[in-house]
């Protein structure tokens, strides 16, 4: 069973620019070379339209990170990066919760995302969240690995 983050040793914010150099190493060690994104591909996600950059810091330095796009009443989730040391402590859960909150705050109602087939604790993980399958994406990742198109409904924030 994963062992639940203490709220004193996690703390999530928005991405800096002076993150950047950390963020493209946790990055490159969350993925194999042929996927991680290169710095040009990074910088270019960061910066579209509607993205938020949700950072993890954890015992002083940056353990993961999410970047998620909205566009109107859809979401995207581009990337959920945590270092392995990190996994398993419910930092990736951290940061999928608020940035859904986030989300549902501005007016999205659907999540969406990828992860590749092969990759079972991606797929568990999308799915305890409330992630559900669309259909597959025929040599999405280089190799060629296919991948799941995943969607979650986003409930509309609650009034006080």
Known sequence: M???????????RLATRDDFDSLYAIDQAC???????????????????????????AEGQIAGFLVAARQ????????LDVLEPSRRRGIGSALLVEIERRLATQGARQAELETAT??????????????????VLRGYYPGPIDAYAMYKPLAPPRES
């Open 31 to 57: 993925y194999p070379p042929e996927i991680a994104y290169s710095r040009r591909e990074l910088r270019w996600y960061l910066r579209l339209p509607g993205v938020e950059c949700l950072v993890a810091d």
């Open 72 to 79: 109107d009443v859809r979401a995207h989730i581009i990337t």
């Open 2 to 12: 994963a062992r639940p983050i203490e709220s004193a040793s996690i703390a999530l």
């Open 118 to 135: 092969n990759n079972d604790p991606a797929v568990a993980f999308w799915q305890k969240h409330g992630y559900r399958t669309a259909g």
